[in-house]
C-alpha cells in the first residue's frame, strides 16, 4: 500500500489485505460512491491503494460473492443493478426482518441496551440538522444493527448483514431523493422509544413505517 494510502485509509492490523479493502468497498457502495450498475476497474484499485492484483481481486471476489458486485466474462465486475421490482423485494425482506427484529427487542431489551440506540437516535437528529447524509447513513445503519443486537437472535443478524450489503446503495438513493430530512427524523425515533416502553406492537409499526418511507422516496409500491 502507498504511504498516501496508509495515511488515508489505515488498514487495522487484524484485517488482511483483501479484508481490508473489501470493507472499504463496502463503505463507498454504501455512501453512494459508486452507482448501480458502475464498473469497479482492478487497474484503478491497484493506482489508487498501490496494492499488487491479489488483495484487490480478493476484495471483489468478495464482494461478487456476497451478492453486491456481478462479474461479466471478459469485462470485469460492477455494482448489481436492479430492477424496480428487485428492488421491492429487497426492500419487503427488510420491512419483514426489521419488524421481528423490532419486536424481540422490544420484548427483550434490558434498560442498559438502550443507552447505545438512544445515543444514535441522537446522532440521526444531529445529521438531520447538519443535512449531512453520510452521518445519516452511518447512524441510521448503527442504529438498525443495535436493534438487531438487542434483538439476540442470530439468524436475523446474519440474514440482516446480507441485505444491508444489498440494499445500502438504495437507501443512499432513498435518501438523496427525499426533499424534506428533517420529516424522517420522528420515523427514526420512534424506533428506539418504542423498544424502550417494551411496546411491541408499535416497534413493529415503527420499523415498517421506516422501509415504507424509503420506498416512498424511491418512488416505488410495495406490499405494506
Known amino acids: ?8 485509509y489505515p488498514a487495522p492490523p487484524s484485517l488482511s489485505l483483501g479484508d481490508w479493502l473489501t470493507d472499504l ?3 463507498r457502495i454504501a455512501a453512494g460512491g459508486y452507482q448501480p450498475g458502475e464498473w469497479i476497474r482492478e487497474p484503478a484499485l491497484q493506482k489508487e491503494f498501490g496494492l499488487s492484483n491479489g488483495p484487490v481481486r480478493e476484495a471483489l471476489q468478495n ?11 471478459r469485462r470485469g465486475v460492477r455494482v448489481v443493478e436492479l430492477s424496480d421490482e428487485e428492488i421491492v423485494e429487497l426492500f ?7 419488524e421481528l427484529a423490532a419486536e424481540l427487542a422490544a420484548s427483550r431489551a434490558q434498560p442498559q441496551d438502550l443507552n447505545q440506540a438512544t445515543a444514535l437516535a441522537a446522532e440521526i437528529d444531529q445529521a438531520i440538522r447538519r ?27 446474519t440474514a440482516w448483514e ?5 440494499s445500502r446503495v438504495y437507501i443512499h438513493a432513498s435518501l438523496s431523493a427525499c ?32 422501509v415504507r418511507r424509503m420506498l416512498d422516496d424511491l418512488g416505488l409500491n410495495g406490499n405494506f
Open 1 to 8: 500500500m502507498t504511504p498516501a494510502a496508509a495515511a488515508q
Open 25 to 27: 468497498l463496502k463503505q
Open 63 to 73: 464482494l461478487v460473492g456476497a451478492g453486491v458486485l456481478t462479474r461479466v466474462a
Open 92 to 98: 419487503e425482506m427488510r420491512r419483514a426482518l426489521l
Open 131 to 157: 443535512q449531512n447524509l453520510e452521518a445519516l447513513i452511518l447512524a441510521g445503519g448503527a442504529l438498525v444493527d443495535e436493534v438487531c443486537r438487542i434483538a439476540d437472535n442470530r439468524q436475523i443478524t
Open 162 to 166: 446480507g441485505l444491508t450489503l444489498k
Open 179 to 210: 426533499s424534506d430530512l428533517g420529516s424522517i427524523g420522528p420515523l427514526w425515533r420512534a424506533l428506539p422509544e418504542a423498544i424502550k416502553t417494551g411496546d411491541r406492537q408499535a416497534a413493529r409499526q415503527a420499523a415498517s413505517a421506516m
